[in-house]
Nanobody, 124 residues
Framework: QVQLLESGGGLVQAGGSLRLSCAAS????????MGWFRQAPVKERAFVAG????????AYADSVKGRFTVSRDNGKNTVFLQMNSLKPEDTAVYYC?????????????????WGQGTQVTVSS
């Protein structure tokens, strides 16, 4: 069983930055690819960014490419999402998710473990 706890959300003005963190329990963190997803009001949850177990491979949704950066510290069982140049349309609940192996994937059903989410609100 893996438990995930997100932090770092909040209210920020457009153009600002936030850094989300996701702390994972367990001893097999480096064996798990990690993903960030978000769900805006009246929208389905969508892929934002992902990172392989080693951290070598990353992937981003087109809407955040060039503005968001995903990274991980396997020594601290933590994955990060650095969000720059935030826009009002980035407003959503952001979820951290963990896979059962190291391969990077974009689909929600590929992720077994999920955090509770952290709210990000970007004001115009």
């Amino acid at each position: 069983q893996v438990q995930l706890l997100e932090s770092g959300g909040g209210l920020v003005q457009a153009g600002g930055s936030l850094r989300l963190s996701c702390a994972a329990s367990g001893r097999t963190f480096s064996n798990r690819a990690m993903g960030w997803f978000r769900q805006a009001p009246v929208k389905e949850r969508a892929f934002v960014a992902g990172i392989s177990g080693s951290g070598i491979s990353t992937a981003y949704a087109d809407s955040v490419k060039g503005r968001f950066t995903v990274s991980r510290d396997n020594g601290k069982n933590t994955v990060f999402l650095q969000m720059n140049s935030l826009k009002p349309e980035d407003t959503a609940v952001y979820y951290c998710a963990a896979r059962v192996d190291t391969a990077l994937r974009r689909q929600q059903y590929e992720y077994r473990y999920w955090g509770q989410g952290t709210q990000v609100t970007v004001s115009s």
